[in-house]
């Protein structure tokens, strides 16, 4: 078997490209400022899909350009390397994906040209609850067929990811039964205006620029039409892209990680302590190789499980030890350049601080480490049982 590490032409132009692109359009004060507002402009966004990356991943026949998955964790990992912190591409991405899987082509549509005009996508995605974030499963967020043939939405949904600015929101909600036993669940795509939809701002710690929110449905009424994919299969759908989510996630984490590699390493050899440079003592050269270390091992298993993904590969345990691995490496990480710079990097003087945050989110989002290990773990029992 051949293996082959080199990037395509293509893939060449594409990291150069985004260099360029974060060069021209993003510096430190409008990052901050971007954080500071919670969101990042319109232009920006609508800007980032004109440049064309923002089309990467989608069909052409929606206007899109394909790409493998490999390109696509390129693409995520250099913009939040070059760019420093995290930005709302990954998500929309991500979102339309999960439209034009299980939309309907009316559905697509409407999503698509909303997409292709502004660059965001109409709608958030509202799956936890306050009672079930990781075990999505006991969700008691639920839909009543009435006789008229609507239906009655009752929940609550929170973490919502601009779940306050997009116009709509897609929601998982239980068929009928809000019970634990009952795991039959569909998706619905709702808009904000509904009657008995209300939502309420949460403060993040990090990752600002991206905010989420607390959504109320209080009897919102649905019609069939607005149903996403198969009648209760909303459960099995949810998980379909999760591996891909997990992947984009961790490309970002390389990303980000990799841009506290850049300042930390370069501060060793500028700050002086006792007359030499910091990166002269071995604790601090000990620092960085473990830095890079956790850098180079994240990035090689990432663009695995890609590579994987492409070849039509079970990545089940790969993607579930990437998101553990990666989340908790990337951020420790940033946390030992904040070290390296010590009290400067406890202020806002520098975008350490920024940068950890905004990883430390990343052990969370997505699934949480511990979650990682519960679902490779049984599956590596399983792998290495002898019979
Ligand atoms: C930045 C960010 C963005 C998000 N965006 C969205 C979004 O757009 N839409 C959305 O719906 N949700 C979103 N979420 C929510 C996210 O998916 C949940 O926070 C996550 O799934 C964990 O759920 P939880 O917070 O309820 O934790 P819990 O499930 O309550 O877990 C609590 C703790 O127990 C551990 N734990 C739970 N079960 C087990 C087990 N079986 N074995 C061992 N340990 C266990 C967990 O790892 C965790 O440490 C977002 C979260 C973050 C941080």
């Known amino acids: 078997m051949a293996i082959d590490f080199s990037l395509t032409d293509e893939q060449e132009l594409l990291v150069d490209s985004v260099k360029e692109f974060c060069e021209r359009n993003l510096d430190e004060q409008k990052i901050n400022d971007m954080y500071a507002n919670y969101g990042m402009s319109d232009e920006l966004i609508k800007e980032y899909l004109d440049a064309g990356f923002g089309l990467m991943g989608i069909p052409e026949e929606q206007g899109g350009v394909p790409c493998d998955r490999v390109t696509l964790g390129i693409l995520t990992e250099e913009f939040a390397h070059h760019a420093g ?4 591409f990954l998500n929309n991405t991500l979102a339309m994906r999960d439209m034009l899987d ?15 005009e502004t660059g965001k996508p109409i709608f958030s995605l509202g799956f936890s609850e306050p009672g079930a974030g990781s075990d999505n499963a006991s969700m008691s967020s639920v839909t009543v067929k009435q006789p008229d043939g609507t239906y009655l939405l009752n929940g609550q949904k929170t973490w919502v990811t601009a779940g306050e600015t997009l116009p709509y929101v897609l929601v998982v909600a239980k068929d009928e039964d809000p019970s634990p036993k009952n795991r039959t669940m569909s998706m619905w795509l709702v808009p904000k205006d509904t009657e008995g939809l209300t939502t309420a701002p949460l403060h993040k710690i990090g990752q ?8 109320y449905f209080d009897d919102v009424k ?51 302590t006792f007359g030499k440079p910091i990166g002269d003592y071995q604790l601090i050269q000990l620092k960085l190789v473990e830095m890079e270390t956790a850098i180079q091992n994240t990035r090689n298993m990432l663009y695995h499980t890609l590579w994987k993904m492409d070849n ?3 990545v089940r345990i790969d993607s579930a030890l990437l998101k553990r691995y990666g989340a908790m490496n990337c951020e420790k990480v940033a946390s030992e350049a904040m070290q390296i710079y010590a009290g400067l990097g406890f202020t806002t003087e520098t975008r350490l601080g920024r940068l950890w945050k905004d990883l430390r989110g990343n052990e969370i989002a997505g699934g949480t480490d511990e979650i990682m290990v519960y679902i490779a773990g049984r599956q590596l029992v399983k792998q290495y049982k002898r019979n």
């Open 208 to 215: 600002q620029i991206m905010p989420f929110c607390e959504m």
């Open 85 to 88: 912190c995290v930005t709302p």
């Open 102 to 116: 299980f939309g309907s082509p009316e559905q697509v549509e409407f999503c698509m040209s909303h997409y292709m």
């Open 222 to 272: 649905l019609t069939e039409d607005m149903r996403v994919g198969e009648p209760g299969r909303g459960f099995f759908n949810l998980m379909k892209n999760f591996e891909m989510e997990r992947c984009l996630i961790i490309a970002q984490s390389v990303g980000l990680a990799q841009a506290a590699m850049d300042d930390a390493a370069a501060y060793a050899s500028e700050r002086e």
């Open 312 to 314: 039509d590969e079970s």
